[in-house]
Antibody, heavy 117, light 108 residues
Framework: EVQLVESGGGLVKPGGSLRLSCAGS????????MNWVRQAPGKGLEWVSF????????YYADSVKGRITISRDNAKNALHLQMNSLRVEDTAVYYC??????????WGQGTLVTVSS | EIVLTQSPGTLSLSPGERATLSCRAS???????LAWYQQKPGQAPRLLIY???SRATDIPDRFSGSGSGTDFTLTISSLEPEDFVVYYC?????????FGQGTKLEIK
């Protein structure tokens, strides 16, 4: 059974940092690219970042570029999102998603990040 | 950036009725790069349709997708009670990958 489990969310002050993780199981993690997608409370979905299966290439939404870094450790079946200089508008549930081609075909249950003073 | 506009924002129907949800793109999207997701309250999005018209694994055949270019449609042939949730279209043709703002299906 495919599983993606996010962790690392929590309450952080504006300007602070947080590192999210996503643990994959039930599939060959190193064969798949991965996405992070977020959803602000009561709002729609926003793509955040993409990383290739081997970690060579990554892409970011303009809203997070320069503040967020995606990475992965295929030996540990883990995906990470390092978030710095956090803003109130970064408050959201952050989902990791397995990517087939460029399609997010399976999503984790998400982890909530709240940026507030 | 490709902007996806979904209509209507909210659709009020009764169980057993047919639902037609629209997604319009600001520029042409290859059909292979258009998907639909269903999201139930408190849950992650679930892939319904990929390649504009192919059903994902375990998706009932009352769900169907169609369209090309800039106009795409998700149709639910006969609504079940569990279908009254939110639906998003999504283009993964070019970065930044974008989603529509969602259509909420509510019971009339």
């Amino acid at each position: 059974e495919v599983q993606l489990v996010e962790s690392g969310g929590g309450l952080v002050k504006p300007g602070g940092s947080l590192r999210l993780s996503c643990a994959g199981s039930g599939f060959t993690f190193s064969n798949y690219a991965m996405n992070w997608v977020r959803q602000a409370p009561g709002k729609g979905l926003e793509w955040v970042s993409f990383i290739t299966s081997d970690g060579t290439y990554s892409y970011y939404a303009d809203s997070v570029k320069g503040r967020i870094t995606i990475s992965r450790d295929n030996a540990k079946n883990a995906l990470h999102l390092q978030m710095n200089s956090l803003r109130v508008e970064d408050t959201a549930v952050y989902y990791c998603a397995r990517v087939r081609g460029s399609l997010s075909d399976f999503w984790g249950q998400g982890t909530l990040v709240t940026v507030s003073s | 950036e490709i902007v996806l506009t979904q209509s209507p924002g909210t659709l009020s129907l009764s169980p057993g009725e047919r639902a037609t949800l629209s997604c319009r793109a600001s520029q042409s999207v290859s059909s292979i790069s258009l998907a639909w997701y269903q999201q139930k309250p408190g849950q992650a999005p679930r892939l319904l349709i990929y390649g504009a018209s192919s059903r994902a694994t375990d998706i009932p055949d009352r769900f169907s997708g169609s369209g090309s270019g800039t106009d795409f449609t998700l149709t639910i042939s006969s609504l079940e009670p569990e279908d009254f949730v939110v639906y998003y279209c999504h283009q993964h043709l070019t970065s930044p990958y974008t989603f529509g703002q969602g259509t909420k299906l509510e019971i009339k």
